[in-house]
C-alpha cells in the first residue's frame, strides 16, 4: 500500500480520491454505513499517528457526550450477596454511576492473598447474548471467563449492557432525534458505565490500580475497545471478534451519531497500542480476514513505538463467538503479558460451577434504590449534566467542541475551478463539490448563503443591497440547495454514525468557500434558515468573521435545532449560546 499523509489517512479509502473538482457530489453518491468495506490507512510516522489518536479520541469523547468529561459523582457501591466457591467468590454489585442511575454486576475475585501491588482487575462487558452477562453456553460463557480469570489471579467484574439484567432503567435502544442533540443514547450510556466500572475497580482493595484491563466479545468487543481508546487506565485488553473492516456493529449501543465520521473500527482499536492487546477472531464471521487485513494494520501501528510484541492475533474455525478456545487464548496472552506466568497449562480453562440466576442477579427479590430515575429522569439528568459540562470549556475548547459535533474542518487546500462567473470547489481528497457564482468588488469579501441556493440568491432583494456596498461577493450553494439538490439515501438508521447531517454539510460548505478566499477577514450573511448555518461556520472559523445577519425566531431551543438545524450533539456542545459568544 502507497505510504499516505496524516490527512489522507483521515479519510475512508473506501471512498474514491479526487484531484479536481468532481462532477457529482461524493456526499450524495458514497455513503458509509456499518457494512461498508473499508481499507487501513497507512501512516508514515508516529508523530502522525499521535496526532490522529488524539482527534479519533476526542471525536468519541464527542459523539458519546463526555467532552468535556462530566463530574463523577459517588458511585456508592453496594456490595452483597456473596459467594465462595474454594478458590474465589462471587458477589452481587450495584453501581451508581450518576445520579440516579444504576449499573449492575457481579465481581468475582480470588480467595487467595493479594501479591504485592495487588491484583490485575479486568472490566467484563458481554455481547448480545440472551442472557447478558449471565449467558452461559458453548457459544459464549461470561461466567466461565470470570470464574478462571479469578482463578488464574485477577478481580473480575462483569456488568451489564443497558437494559439487561439488572441495569433496565432504561431499554436497549432509546434514542429519539431530540436526544441526538445531547449525544444521548446507549453507546453513550455504556461507554460512562464502562468508564465508571474502572473507577470502580480502582477503588477495590488488593487491586492493583496500574494493572486493570477489559475483554468482552462482540458488543462487548466494541464496548472493550472504545473504553480503551478514551481511557488510558485500561493497561491491556483482548476485544473478540468485532474489529473489522467488513462491518462496524449493528446495535445502536454500538453505533451513535458522529462517532465514525471518516473512522472505522480498526482505527479505534489501533488506539490501545502500545499497550498490550490480543485480537481474537473467528473464521465465520466479519473477522475473518483479520490474519490478512486487520492484524497487520494494527500491528503496523505497534510498529510505530517499537512494541510489536505488545500485540497479537489468534483465529478460532468457529461462528461468532467467546467460546472456550477463544477464552483460553486471552488467558494465555494476559497470563504472559500480565502474571508473568510461563507455564500454559496454569492458563487452560478449568470446570466451573454455574450459580442459580437467583443468587446472580443483583435485583432478584430486591427493589432499586428509592432515588432510581425512570427513562425520562435519565434523560433529565443526562441533559443537565451536558449543560454543566458545556458551560465550564474556553473558548478555543468551545470552538472545539462545536467542531466535532458538526464534524467540520478548515481545509488545508481547497482545488477550485472557475469557469467564468462561477466557481466550483472540492477539499483535496474529499470529493464534495460546492458550486456557486462571485461578483467583483473591491473590500473585505462578502460570502452570501440563500437556503434555496444561487439562482434564488441571485434574484434576492438581500443580495440586490448587498451589490450597492461594491464589495466583492461570494454566493455559495450549501450542500442539498438550489441546483445541488440531489438523491442522497438517507433510510440506514446508522446513517448519522458515519455521515454528517445535511445541516452540517451546508456549514462545511460555507467553510469550504471562506478557506478558498484565504481572506484576512469576511462577512458572512445568510438569508433566512442560511442564516444559521452561517452562525455556526462563523463560530468554528480561524478566522475573524463579521456575521450581523438575524436568526429570526431562531432562539437555539430544542425545537428550533428538530425544526431547523439539526445537528447530532450540537446542544452538548453548547449550541446557540457557545455559537453566539465566539461571534462577539
Not at 185 to 204: A, H, M, T
Not at 211 to 224: F, H, R, V
Not at 290 to 319: C, F, G, H, S, W
Request: proline share 7%; with cysteine; aromatic share 10%.
Amino acid at each position: 500500500m502507497a505510504r499516505r499523509s496524516v490527512f489522507a489517512a483521515a479519510l475512508l479509502l473506501a471512498a474514491p480520491a479526487f484531484a479536481q473538482v468532481p462532477a457529482q457530489d461524493s456526499r450524495n453518491t458514497f455513503i458509509p454505513n456499518t457494512d461498508t468495506v473499508f481499507t487501513p490507512p497507512t501512516y508514515n510516522t508516529l508523530a502522525e499517528w499521535q496526532a490522529r489518536r488524539e482527534h479519533l479520541r476526542k471525536q468519541i469523547l464527542s459523539a458519546t457526550g463526555l467532552l468535556p468529561m462530566p463530574v463523577k459523582t459517588p458511585l456508592h457501591p453496594q456490595i452483597f450477596g456473596r459467594i465462595e466457591n474454594q478458590t474465589y467468590s462471587i458477589e452481587k454489585v450495584l453501581l451508581e454511576t450518576m445520579p440516579g442511575y444504576y449499573l449492575g454486576g457481579n465481581l468475582y475475585r480470588p480467595l487467595k492473598p493479594a501479591p504485592e501491588g495487588g491484583f490485575p482487575a479486568i472490566a467484563s462487558p458481554h455481547g448480545h447474548w440472551n442472557y447478558g452477562r449471565l449467558e452461559n453456553t458453548d457459544v459464549a460463557s461470561v461466567p466461565a471467563r470470570c470464574i478462571n480469570l479469578a482463578r488464574q489471579g485477577y478481580v473480575v467484574f462483569a456488568y451489564d449492557m443497558v437494559g439487561y439484567d439488572d441495569t433496565i432503567q432504561t431499554p436497549h435502544d432509546f434514542a429519539t432525534r431530540r436526544d441526538n442533540l445531547w449525544d444521548f443514547g446507549p453507546l453513550p450510556l455504556q461507554l460512562w458505565n464502562s468508564i465508571r466500572v474502572v473507577d470502580f475497580l480502582e477503588s477495590l482493595p488488593g487491586v492493583n490500580p496500574r494493572k486493570i484491563g477489559a475483554t468482552g466479545a462482540s458488543g462487548g468487543g466494541t464496548q472493550t475497545f472504545l473504553l480503551a481508546a478514551v481511557d488510558d487506565r485500561v493497561a491491556f485488553d483482548a476485544p473478540v471478534n468485532m474489529i473489522s473492516t467488513i462491518m462496524q456493529g449493528g446495535s445502536p449501543c454500538e453505533n451513535t451519531p458522529g462517532l465514525r465520521f471518516d473512522t472505522f473500527n480498526v482505527e479505534f482499536g489501533a488506539i490501545m497500542a502500545p499497550r498490550p492487546m490480543m485480537m481474537v477472531s473467528a473464521t465465520g464471521d466479519w473477522t475473518r480476514n483479520t490474519p490478512r487485513v486487520e492484524y497487520p494494520a494494527i500491528k503496523a501501528i505497534y510498529e510505530l513505538y517499537d512494541r510489536a510484541a505488545n500485540v497479537d492475533m489468534v483465529q478460532i474455525q468457529a461462528p461468532h463467538n467467546y467460546n472456550k478456545l477463544s477464552r483460553e487464548a486471552v488467558y494465555r496472552f494476559f497470563g504472559h503479558k500480565i502474571l508473568g506466568e510461563t507455564d500454559d497449562s496454569k492458563l487452560t480453562e478449568k470446570s466451573y460451577r454455574v450459580e442459580k440466576l437467583g443468587d446472580m442477579l443483583a435485583l432478584f427479590n430486591r427493589k432499586l434504590p428509592e432515588n432510581a430515575l425512570d427513562l425520562e429522569g435519565v434523560r433529565r439528568e443526562w441533559i443537565e449534566r451536558a449543560r454543566e459540562a458545556a458551560a465550564r470549556p474556553t473558548a478555543e475548547q468551545s470552538r472545539e467542541m462545536l467542531q466535532l459535533a458538526l464534524g467540520a474542518e478548515w481545509p488545508r487546500r481547497v482545488i477550485a475551478e472557475m469557469p467564468g462567473e462561477r466557481f466550483l470547489l472540492t477539499r483535496e481528497g474529499r470529493g464534495d463539490r460546492v458550486t456557486g457564482f462571485w461578483l467583483h468588488g473591491q473590500g473585505t469579501p462578502i460570502v452570501f448563503v440563500h437556503p434555496d441556493g444561487a439562482e434564488a440568491a441571485r434574484k434576492s432583494p438581500e443580495l440586490a443591497a448587498l451589490v450597492k456596498q461594491g464589495r466583492p461577493i461570494y454566493v455559495v450553494e450549501a450542500f442539498q440547495t438550489g441546483g445541488a439538490v440531489a438523491p442522497r439515501k438517507r433510510d440506514d438508521k446508522m446513517f448519522l454514525t458515519f455521515n454528517r447531517s445535511d445541516d452540517a454539510a451546508r456549514v462545511q460548505d460555507i467553510l469550504t468557500a471562506m478557506a478558498w478566499l484565504k481572506p484576512t477577514s469576511v462577512e458572512l450573511v445568510g438569508v433566512g434558515k442560511a442564516a444559521i448555518w452561517c452562525q455556526f461556520a462563523a463560530a468554528v472559523a480561524p478566522v475573524p468573521v463579521i456575521f450581523k445577519s438575524s436568526l429570526g425566531s431562531f432562539q437555539g431551543t430544542d425545537e428550533n435545532f428538530l425544526d431547523s438545524f439539526f445537528v447530532p450533539g450540537i446542544q452538548r456542545a453548547g449550541g446557540l449560546a457557545a455559537a453566539k459568544a465566539l461571534t462577539k
